[in-house]
């Protein structure tokens, strides 16, 4: 049974910076699409970044350059940097994983993908 546990998000004053986790179990699959979504109050959820099996990475317009995915693949786990918050970036966010991988990154980043975490709340404040 796949499960994914994200961990790291609170508060954090516009400009700061946190580091999201996301804790992958039970996955035994050779390939991966895998991502960070996020969802604030009355919005859709998106797929702010994404990496592949080849390690490529994909990010939302909204935050390229700001934030960085990174996965550590001995330790099963899977990362977000993120950094100059701001007020817009406060949401729940959330880790998912995906065997499928057509190797279009960007694809990763629909929420299409089969496993979800239960999310971490980031707040940003003034």
């Known amino acids: 049974q796949v499960q994914l546990v994200e961990s790291g998000g609170g508060s954090v004053q516009a400009g700061g910076s946190l580091r999201l986790s996301c804790a992958v179990s039970?996955?035994?699959?050779?390939?991966?699409?895998m991502g960070w979504f996020r969802q604030a109050p009355g919005k859709e959820r998106e797929g702010v970044a994404a990496?592949?099996?080849?390690?490529?990475?994909s990010y939302a317009d909204s935050v390229k350059g700001r934030f960085t995915i990174s996965k550590d693949n001995a330790n099963n786990s899977l990362f977000l940097e993120m950094n100059s918050l701001k007020f817009d970036d406060a949401a729940m966010y959330y880790c998912?994983?995906?065997?499928?991988?057509?190797?279009?990154?960007?694809?990763?980043?629909?929420?299409?993908?089969?496993?979800w975490g239960q999310g971490t709340q980031v707040t940003v404040s003034s």
């Open positions: 998912a994983a995906d065997p499928v991988d057509s190797g279009v990154v960007s694809d990763c980043r629909g929420t299409w993908l089969q496993y």
């Open positions: 039970g996955y035994t699959y050779s390939r991966y699409c």
């Open positions: 990496i592949n099996t080849g390690g490529s990475t």
